[in-house]
Nanobody
Framework: VQLQASGGGLVQAGGSLRLSCVGS????????KAWFRQLPGKEREFVAA????????RYADSVKGRFTISRDNAENTVWLQMNSLKPEDTAVYYC?????????????????WGQGTQVTVSS
């Protein structure tokens, strides 16, 4: 199982970015997919998750109404559309997959991780 995240970058506050996570080596529809973020020296923080079939989602309170998670199982891809970005959204963003735990907000429940992609929001 491999996950490849991309789409990070530098953006001004109020701007938008779209992160992508492409999976390989597994059937995406059988996994919950999620995005977490992490600052240096801090634990990974849950951002959003989407169920295997894509009909259920879950968001951290800090991103509700601004971020949207979506997926295309045919393309084995999950996206995180981030709008109205704030400086406090600055972090390294990671995509993750879990076969057993549906819509979990705990990083411990995810056993497959992609490499991080840096998101920097300037004020």
């Amino acid at each position: 199982v491999q996950l490849q995240a991309s789409g990070g970058g530098l953006v001004q506050a109020g701007g938008s970015l779209r992160l992508s996570c492409v999976g390989s080596g597994f059937t995406l529809s059988m996994y919950t997919k999620a995005w977490f973020r992490q600052l240096p020296g801090k634990e990974r923080e849950f951002v959003a998750a989407i169920s295997g079939h894509g009909r259920s989602t879950r968001y951290a309170d800090s991103v509700k109404g601004r971020f949207t998670i979506s997926r295309d199982n045919a393309e084995n891809t999950v996206w995180l559309q981030m709008n109205s970005l704030k400086p406090e959204d600055t972090a390294v963003y990671y995509c993750a997959a879990s076969r057993e735990f549906a819509l979990s907000d705990s990083s411990h429940d995810y056993d497959h991780w992609g490499q991080g992609t840096q998101v920097t929001v300037s004020s």
